[in-house]
């Protein structure tokens, strides 16, 4: 079993509509990292959350640290959106990352 | 933020070839910078973590001989490919962690990625 687990793999949505994201994972974790890839390949870090919420824009972060457990949410989604999001976290006592094998989105007009 | 550039952002070349891929931290000064490498459509795998003017720490099943990385100064990762064959195409992602005006990034930025073709 994967130590970061993602759901779902892949997601298609209509623009306007509103997006969930999860994320759970099985180790320690000092913090938990929310990424998109684009197309391209390049990665771009949205949100990096220890506790609680985070928000920017039309996006919106939660953890709950006891359920080991985290969203992320898009609302008003647009086409733009679309990319490949990624669920990582720093697991305790160390600096290195372990990623979920994340979430394909695609958003059509 | 800060921003993580990466040169090229694709590269063929022939089998038996060596290859240098450059990470750079424009805006701030990477202490720590992470190469990882992608496969299509799998998730990222950390191929090493190198610490300014220290020997880059390899995970393990990463041959050190093969990929070299020399981490000289805050700003300048580099990661050699040496001997290159048709497997080791992949995409190659590094990230930085580090400091600017004495603020602490503890989140790692990503470079843009370098598509690798070995033929």
């Known amino acids: 079993k994967n130590e970061v687990e993602q759901s779902p793999q892949n997601l298609t949505a209509q623009e306007g509509e509103f997006i969930t994201i999860n994320c759970s994972y099985s180790v320690g974790i000092s913090a938990l990292h929310w990424l998109q890839q684009h197309p391209g390949g390049g990665i771009v870090s949205l949100f990096m959350?220890?506790?609680g919420k985070k928000k920017h824009g039309r996006l919106i972060a939660t953890i709950n640290i006891q359920e080991k457990h985290s969203s992320l949410h898009i609302t008003a989604s647009h086409p733009r959106d679309s990319a490949v999001y990624i669920c990582?976290?720093?697991?305790?006592?160390?600096?290195?990352?372990?990623f979920g094998t994340g979430t394909r989105l695609q958003v059509f007009p | 933020g800060a921003v993580v550039s990466q040169h090229p952002s694709r590269v063929i070349c022939k089998s038996g070839t060596s290859v240098k891929i450059e990470c750079r931290s424009l805006d701030f000064q990477a202490t720590t910078m992470f190469w990882y490498r992608q496969f299509p459509k799998q998730s990222l795998m950390l191929m090493a973590t190198?610490?300014?003017?220290?020997?880059?720490?390899?995970e393990q099943g990463v041959e050190k001989d093969k990929f070299l990385i020399n981490h000289a100064s805050l700003t300048l990762s580099t990661l050699t490919v040496t001997s290159a064959h048709p497997e080791d195409s992949s995409f190659y992602i590094c990230?930085?962690?580090?400091?600017?005006?004495?603020?602490?990034?503890?989140?790692?930025?990503f470079g843009p990625g370098t598509r690798l073709t070995v033929l």
């Open positions: 990582a976290v720093t697991r305790d006592n160390t600096d290195k990352l372990i």
């Open positions: 990230s930085a962690r580090g400091e600017t005006g004495g603020a602490w990034y503890n989140e790692q930025f």
């Open positions: 959350l220890s506790s």
């Open positions: 190198s610490n300014e003017g220290s020997k880059a720490t390899y």
